[in-house]
């Protein structure tokens, strides 16, 4: 999808957007300004110490001394959500509630999926309604139910870069740890594409809290191909990436097993006050041994 959105640059008063917006009222006092770049040349006048803005919900939360201009990117204009015969474009800057609203076509079996993955928020209101699918997917966290969403439909991520050129890359590919992803400086998440055929898929899933609305500890997504009968396992939460167990037929326990072992080494299991890592994979291992039973079944 191109850029939509006005051919301008504009430099807004510290005071007269977002609310009355003012840097020390969120505690990222090095910051200068908001601008509202470009749709047509976003990257335009890129600076050191720019940043993207979308929701902000992250961007606020901790300090970021090197910041000094947030490049707002609420105006753009980009439709949040684009239904296709190729399947859901979803905007980076799409919002939560927003996803959380959206009515799939019946005939997508793993429509109901994109509904259950906002309600595994952990948040208060106030981040529900602030944080955008794109926010929570460069944030990159472990239990990020965005990222869970996206590996385990086979999205497929459009980056843009400070060059103005753009790249696919497979959501599987994007995050590599614990809040970190393959993003370069500059960088921006333009678009979430889930293939029709992914969207076609029956599904199930396996979440594992602390508390009944607590953070994700564990959280596994089986996705089956009816036609090709290929079965897919998204382990997210429970390790520090998610990681794909792909199996052309139906997957025997031990076929399960195997590729668990080999492709979730110890140290990709997390570990934080949510779980230990032995924690984390004893139960990895019992609900991938579900979903192979509950998809096999049929």
């Known amino acids: 999808m191109g850029w939509i959105g006005p051919c301008c ?18 505690d990222q006092p090095t910051v200068t300004d908001l ?29 970021m001394p090197h910041l000094r201009r947030l490049r707002d990117l609420s105006q753009t204009g980009w439709p949040s959500l684009t239904v296709s015969a190729a399947g859901l474009e979803i905007a980076a800057t799409c919002g939560i509630t927003e996803l ?7 005939h997508w079996r793993a429509g109901p999926f994109l509904r259950q993955s906002v309600e595994e928020y952990l948040a208060s209101f106030k981040v529900w309604n602030r944080q955008t699918v794109g926010g929570n ?14 590996a385990a439909l086979d999205a497929e991520y459009k980056i843009l870069a400070l060059d103005k050129s753009s790249r696919i890359v497979p959501a599987i590919d994007f995050v590599t740890g614990d809040n970190t992803n393959i993003l370069q400086p500059g ?12 969207l076609l898929r029956r599904y199930t899933l396996r979440r594992f809290t602390l508390t009944k609305h607590g953070r994700s500890s564990i959280y596994l997504v089986g996705t089956h191909d009816t036609e090709s009968n290929e079965i897919l396992i998204t382990v997210s939460a429970a390790t520090i990436h998610p990681v794909h167990l792909r199996f052309n037929g139906a997957p025997s326990s031990e076929d399960v097993r195997i590729a668990l072992d080999r492709l979730i080494p110890d140290e990709l299991y997390f570990d934080d006050p949510n779980g230990t890592p032995a924690h984390r994979r004893h139960l990895t291992y019992v609900f991938a041994e579900q979903i192979r039973t509950e998809l096999s079944a049929s």
């Open 9 to 26: 640059h504009t430099r807004l008063p510290l005071a007269a957007h977002r609310e009355l917006w003012h840097p020390r009222r969120v």
């Open 100 to 106: 959380h609203e959206f009515k799939p076509p019946d």
């Open 35 to 63: 601008i509202v770049p470009p749709m047509v040349d976003p990257f335009h006048d890129w600076r050191d110490g720019d940043t993207w803005l979308a929701g902000g919900t992250l961007l606020f939360s901790a300090p």
């Open 187 to 198: 960088e921006l998440l333009r678009s979430i594409h889930l293939p029709l055929s992914a």
């Open 137 to 150: 997917i460069c944030a990159s966290l472990p239990a990020g139910p965005m990222v869970t969403m996206g």
